[in-house]
C-alpha cells in the first residue's frame, strides 16, 4: 500500500517499467532504451490513464539514451536517474520538475545541452558531476540551492547564470571547472562552500554580491588566472581561511 493508501502495480508499458499508485505512475526502470527519448506525460493500463509524476532512482542509468525530454507532469527526478548515460547528448527538463536530485546526471560524458524548467528549487549534491562536454548552462530563477558538487570537474564549462533566487552554493559546487572565464554571485547569495570554485584554472574575475556572509575555506585557492575580485557587500565577511584566495595570482580585491 502506497503511502496515500492506495494499492501499488508494478506494470512494464512499452518496454519501461512504472508503478502504478491511485491514479500516478512513477517511471521505475529504463536501463534497456537507447536513442532518443520523449517520456509520455501519461501511460494507459487496463484503460486507465495514469499521470506520468515521478522519475526513480536510478531508473536510466547506465542505459543508451543519446537525448531525453522530461514531461511537465514529472515534479522528482530520482537520484542517478540518468547517471553514468555517457552517451546522452542533450536534456530537456519539464517545467513540473522542483527538484533533480543528487546523482541524477552524473557522468554523463557526452552531454552538451540542459534545458532546465523554471520551476526547479534544488539542484541536489553531484547532480552534473563529471559532465565534461557541457559548454554552457542557465539556472532558472526558481533555483534557490545548489548542492555540493553539483557541477564539479565541468571542466568545459565556459558560462554559468546563477539567478538572483540562488541562496546557497554548495561545497566544490562548480570545482575543476577549468574553462569558466567568469562567475557573478548574485545578491541573494548567503553563502560560498569550502571549495566551491577550487581549480578553476580560467577564472579571470568574480564578482561576490551583496548579501554573501560566509566564503568557505580554499573557496577560490588555486585560480592562478584570477585577477579581479569585486565584493559589494552589506556585513562583514567571514573569510574561513587565509586559503580562500591563494594561488590566485595578482588578484584585485575590491
Do not use: W
Not at 521505475?28 to 509524476?53: K, M
Not at 578553476?200 to 573557496?219: F, W
Amino acid at each position: 500500500i502506497g503511502a496515500k493508501g492506495y494499492a501499488q502495480e508494478y506494470v512494464t508499458i512499452d518496454d519501461i517499467g512504472y508503478q502504478l499508485s491511485g491514479r500516478e505512475a512513477t517511471l521505475t526502470y529504463g536501463r534497456e532504451c537507447s536513442g532518443d527519448l520523449e517520456i509520455s506525460g501519461s501511460v494507459t493500463y487496463e484503460g486507465t490513464i495514469y499521470t506520468v509524476t515521478g522519475i526513480n532512482n536510478g531508473a536510466f542509468e547506465g542505459s543508451g539514451l543519446t537525448s531525453v525530454t522530461i514531461p511537465n507532469s514529472v515534479t522528482s527526478i530520482g537520484s542517478s536517474a540518468f547517471s553514468g548515460c555517457t552517451g546522452l547528448t542533450s536534456v530537456i527538463i519539464g517545467d513540473g520538475v522542483t527538484t533533480i536530485r543528487g546523482y541524477a546526471f552524473k557522468d554523463c560524458t557526452a552531454l552538451t545541452s540542459v534545458t532546465i524548467g523554471n520551476s526547479v528549487t534544488t539542484i541536489g549534491d553531484l547532480a552534473f558531476y563529471g559532465c565534461n562536454s557541457l559548454p554552457s548552462i542557465t539556472i532558472p530563477n526558481s533555483v534557490t540551492s545548489i548542492g555540493s558538487y553539483a557541477f564539479y570537474g565541468c571542466s568545459s564549462l565556459t558560462s554559468i547564470t546563477i539567478p538572483n533566487s540562488v541562496e546557497s552554493i554548495g561545497n566544490q559546487a562548480f570545482r575543476d571547472c577549468t574553462a569558466l572565464a567568469s562567475v557573478t554571485i548574485p545578491n541573494s547569495v548567503t553563502t560560498i562552500g569550502k571549495e566551491a570554485f577550487k581549480y578553476c584554472t580560467g577564472l579571470t574575475s568574480a564578482t561576490i554580491g551583496n548579501s554573501v556572509t560566509t566564503i568557505g575555506d580554499y573557496a577560490f585557492e588555486c585560480c592562478s588566472n584570477l585577477t579581479l575580485v569585486a565584493v559589494d557587500l552589506k556585513e562583514p565577511l567571514d573569510i574561513n581561511y587565509s586559503g580562500t584566495f591563494s594561488n590566485r595570482g595578482n588578484a584585485t580585491l575590491y
